[in-house]
């Protein structure tokens, strides 16, 4: 399911002193089964962006398509958003219910699913996030934030949508709940859906993502394959973006004449290269 944007801008506050252009004359295409990383400065527009992809906000001027129907003009708006799921950087915004399950439970009960059909999409949503049944009962209030977290998530995952847009996931965990996070982000992109994730951390980009799109100051500056975007180093720089540490730490050895390659973005892929220098010597 494709999922495209066309001249897509954004003002806030039109007709007032106030009035900025969030987001200005994108245009772009999400395909079926990528992993898409959006990074940019603190207001750059990121987080307005991604929510133009499920209708939260409607554009000042362009058009969202899904599946190439223009969601904002769709008679089913409904339908066409939840095929699009969204889960916020703070998930306090999308609990609500008395307990785990059933704010698990109150997407797809709104689908028109039988009791057994909402109680399985519930159940295998809390499984895909790891959260075992001891806490299903719990309020989701009293959770931590790594738990509170996978609630969003599953939250979204039980309405069955085909593309997954997160806004910084793991923000504010620690560096285990920030692992297990992206493990399950990666897993439910692995079983086939499309994954969109905002995020600060050009280190998780670089391990996760296959395409990056860089947005400064509501414009989609740079947008492509992980190695292409991080070669431009110095444009990213001056945005206020720092090349992931082990891309930075890379061309730091290559100035003291290690003659690796370039395309190196990870820790894995270093270590890798490193001991490949270190045999053939």
Not at 42 to 48: A, D, I, L, N, V
Not at 213 to 235: C, M, N, Q, T, Y
Not at 258 to 269: H, K, M, Q, R, Y
Request: aromatic residues 6%.
């Amino acid at each position: 399911m494709p999922l495209s944007v066309k001249n897509l801008t954004y003002v806030y506050n039109p007709g007032t002193p106030f009035e900025s252009k969030a987001l200005n004359d994108i245009t772009l295409t999400i395909e079926d089964g990528e992993f898409v990383g959006i990074i940019g400065h603190t207001g750059s527009g990121k987080s307005t962006f991604i929510q133009h992809l499920n209708a939260l906000i409607k554009p000042t001027s362009g058009s969202v398509y899904v599946d190439g129907e223009d969601i904002n003009e769709s008679k089913n708006k409904a339908a066409l958003r939840r095929r699009v799921g969204l889960v916020f950087q703070y998930p306090e915004y999308q609990l609500f219910e008395e307990t785990v399950f059933k704010d698990v439970c109150f997407g797809p009960s709104n689908l028109g699913l039988s009791a057994d059909e909402v109680k399985t999409s519930a159940e295998r949503a809390l499984e895909t996030v790891g959260l075992k049944s001891d806490v299903w009962e719990q309020s989701p209030f009293e959770l931590s934030g790594g738990q509170k977290r996978r609630v969003a998530i599953a939250g979204v995952l039980a309405m069955h949508p085909e593309v997954l847009i997160l806004d910084e996931p793991a923000a504010g965990l620690d560096p285990v709940g920030r692992s297990e996070i992206l493990g399950i982000v990666k897993r439910i992109h692995d079983g086939g859906t499309t994954v969109i994730m905002v995020s600060h951390s050009m280190d998780d980009v670089a391990r996760l993502c296959s395409r990056v799109i860089v947005l400064e100051k509501g414009s989609a500056v740079l947008d492509g394959p992980i190695r292409e975007v991080f070669r431009h180093a110095d444009a990213l720089q001056k945005m206020g973006l720092r090349l992931p540490q082990a891309a930075a730490l890379t061309r730091a050895l290559n100035e003291k004449g290690f003659d690796l390659p370039d395309e190196i973005f990870t820790v894995e892929a270093l270590s890798k290269a490193l001991l490949q220098k270190l045999l053939t010597r």
